[in-house]
């Protein structure tokens, strides 16, 4: 248990520091396409390097979604909730203390007047609840019984990099609650005042899209 909970810790900090570091540190301008792929590639990357040891959940929404489904205890999934949101800290607390700005700008998640497309609450919650399903929904898919094997992190991985070309401009894209607390405890003010949604909407998708898989909807034929 102490290797998946250090495995859970450091996948989450190095997704912080890589996805939300190309936002942070990246070249100027703003480049959607280069912070999309960051955090694709980073996935794709723990799936390979911690992926063995536990299975790269590296995510909250994630974790629930295999409780959910019934591939992980609730005791393992609090502890996996644990790492994660430290992991998720020290990533961002490693990024402040690298960029220009400090905690300033951290890539936190938010929505309304002053944030990128400046969408609104309801089309930002909605985004998070139907992608978060959709990407637990990949996950749950290509990890199951019938594995997909060596293909497995790259699916996964693209699939978070197109969620993010897709939505950058609506929420900067969470569907991962530790990924969006790290960076708001840091930054505070209006990220850690919007932060709850990063929470609620990821959670109501990672049911959504595991109670496919629980309720046999999306499970294969033996």
Not at 62 to 76: H, Q
Not at 105 to 113: D, R, S, V
Request: glycine share 14%; hydrophobic share 60%.
């Amino acid at each position: 248990m102490v290797k998946r909970f250090s495995a859970e810790l450091v996948g989450t900090m190095v997704l912080v520091l890589f996805g939300c570091g190309a936002a942070v540190l990246g070249p100027a301008p703003f480049d959607q396409l280069a912070v999309s792929l960051a955090f694709g590639f980073a996935i794709v990357a723990m799936a390979y390097g911690i992926g063995p040891i536990s299975g790269c959940h590296v995510n909250p929404a994630v974790s629930l979604a295999a409780f959910v489904a019934g591939r992980m205890s609730a005791k393992d999934m609090g502890l996996y909730w644990v790492a994660q949101i430290l992991g998720a800290v020290i990533g961002a607390a490693i990024l402040a203390a690298i960029a220009k700005t400090g905690v300033e700008n951290l890539g936190q998640n938010g929505w309304g007047p002053g944030y990128l497309g400046e969408y609104g609450l309801v089309p930002a919650a909605l985004f998070e609840v139907v992608m978060t399903a959709i990407f637990v929904i990949v996950i749950l898919g290509v990890t199951g019984d019938q594995k997909h094997g060596v293909f497995a992190g790259v699916a996964i991985g693209i699939t978070l990099a197109v969620i993010h070309i897709v939505g950058i401009q609506v929420t900067g894209v969470s569907v991962n609650p530790a990924r969006s607390f790290g960076p708001a405890l840091l930054a505070g003010g209006q990220a850690l005042e919007q932060v709850w949604l990063f929470f609620v909407a990821p959670a109501i998708g990672a049911v959504l899209g595991a109670l496919l898989f629980r309720l046999k909807v999306l499970e294969p034929d033996a």
